[in-house]
């Protein structure tokens, strides 16, 4: 049997890419190709890119440079450019980096073993298509190999939403939900297999509504029946958007033993004429409403953001009022950009703000944030919550894991091991993490 070939994959952006890497790693896996960390022994790299904001597009061809060495040395190599790049740019990537092989968009990942036959055969090959089928069901997971304690899920993917600076609808297409049954396999599989925490993943998760028994399932209805899997201890969710955080799934953060207390809900800015200008469809008090209704069904959830500073138009005074939100609502932790301009959205072509001024603003909501993260740290000292351990820390003896609210938590002398949920009681509060001990494993 011939040795089995190399892939490396090297993975930027979101956490979807993150689960899609793992995907492309199992549909190469039937072509006869392992994983490998080092791109100097790989036969193929792949690279998984996002397009957000410029520099994350220009990465990718500064990295694709660095291949030119490699390539020489070992003319066999062949390199593939996957995700939302690979669907904004097409064959352009091909024109501007000669080096490239392979051009893949995300909803084409099923088809990667053709087109490593392709490419083998000295062709290039690119797809960039909606196809109709779904990726997923070609995309079949092994269900054999062990897992750590953590695993995304995909449940829905694309957005139908068109915020003025943003290339998602473009480059993952329009929203998709993933049919229930489908979800619930995949969710025992992982679960079989070691995982006792998943996060669901969607651009716009919140506003799944999958196929399943009795007509389409929302969210809320997906967790509830995730949630009577034994063995699955934890479930997340991420992202949602706040016009699709509806009265179910409120009620299922209260009611939901396993549904984690911890809810990433970006608003990007607190200025209802930059909210309008963003094509939000909401404003900054109907934000901090729906704050209050999922406060009143779980009192100590945290709330965590995105914001955008200096997008077209903005303010100082319209920057403030985002301040004021920030102050308002007491994030547990935030992601903060500086707007930026987005070939083909519609925010594009509107009068833009100064860089250094985009600068200085970022500079001031970061401090705030970081202020605010600490102070909601700083709460947990002395609660006891759950901790679920995902791996050894530096210190001897010493174990790391995440708590229920997403704070990474330290215990030194446990005997615990990874995959290991305890109650813990939070002693100290550091810079980057929470020390604690155990009451009960
Ligand atoms: N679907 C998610 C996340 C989209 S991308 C949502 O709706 O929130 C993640 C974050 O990147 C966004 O929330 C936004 O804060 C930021 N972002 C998107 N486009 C951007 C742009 N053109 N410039 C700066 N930040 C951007
Ligand atoms: Fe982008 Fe807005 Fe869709 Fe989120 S909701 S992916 S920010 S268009
Ligand atoms: Fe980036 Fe695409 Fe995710 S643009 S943030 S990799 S959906």
Not at 29 to 52: F, K, Q, R, W
């Amino acid at each position: 049997m011939a040795a089995p070939k190399k892939l490396y994959i090297k993975t930027y952006g979101c956490q979807m890419n993150v689960y899609d890497s793992e995907r492309m790693a199992e549909a190469m896996g039937s072509a006869g190709y392992v994983e490998t960390e080092d791109p100097a022994e790989a036969d193929m790299i792949l690279l998984n890119t996002c397009h957000i904001r410029e520099k994350a597009a220009e990465k990718v061809y500064s990295e694709l440079g660095r291949f030119r060495a490699l390539k020489d040395e070992k003319p066999d190599l062949k390199i593939g450019v996957a995700g939302c790049v690979a669907q904004a740019e097409g064959a352009e990537i091909m024109r501007r980096q000669p080096l490239v092989d392979l051009v893949v968009g995300p909803q084409s990942y099923h088809r990667l073993p053709q087109m490593e036959a392709q490419v083998r055969a000295g062709q290039k090959a690119l797809d960039t298509d909606f196809p109709l089928e779904d990726k997923f069901d070609t995309l079949r997971h092994r269900p054999k190999a062990r897992r750590g304690p953590t695993a995304f899920l995909t449940v829905q993917e694309g957005c139908d939403k068109f915020c003025a600076f943003c290339v998602v609808p473009y480059t993952r297409g329009a929203e998709v939900s993933r049919p229930a049954a489908r979800v619930l396999e995949e969710a025992r599989d992982l679960v079989e297999r070691g995982v006792r925490e998943i996060t669901l993943l969607g651009q716009n998760v919140n506003a799944y509504h999958g196929a399943g028994a009795g007509g389409d399932w929302s969210l809320a209805r997906l967790i509830w029946a995730l949630s009577d899997i034994d063995g699955l201890e934890r479930i997340r969710f991420t992202t949602s958007h706040p016009n699709d955080m509806d009265d179910d799934l409120i009620a299922a953060h209260g009611a939901c033993a396993k549904l984690m207390p911890y809810l990433h809900l970006p608003v990007q800015s607190g200025s209802d004429r930059i909210l309008k200008r963003m094509n939000r469809k909401h404003t900054a008090e109907g934000y901090l409403r729906l704050i209050e209704r999922i406060r009143a069904a779980r009192p100590d959830i945290l709330i965590s953001g995105d914001f955008i500073v200096g997008f077209p138009e903005e303010t100082e005074a319209d920057f403030q009022a985002t301040l004021d939100l920030i102050e308002a609502v007491g994030y547990g932790q935030a992601f903060s950009f500086k707007y930026s301009t987005r070939p083909g959205t519609p925010a594009a072509e509107r009068p833009q703000v100064a860089e250094a001024v985009k600068s200085e603003r970022l500079h001031r909501l970061q401090a705030l944030i970081t202020r605010q993260q600490r102070a909601v740290q700083e709460t947990m000292v002395g609660r006891t919550v759950g901790v679920l351990f995902e791996r050894p820390g530096r210190m001897p003896g010493q174990m790391v894991g995440k708590s229920d609210h997403l704070h990474a938590v330290h215990v030194t002398g446990s005997g615990l091991g990874v995959g290991d949920l305890a109650r813990v009681e939070i002693v100290e509060s550091g810079p980057n993490s929470l020390g604690g001990r155990i009451v009960a494993a």
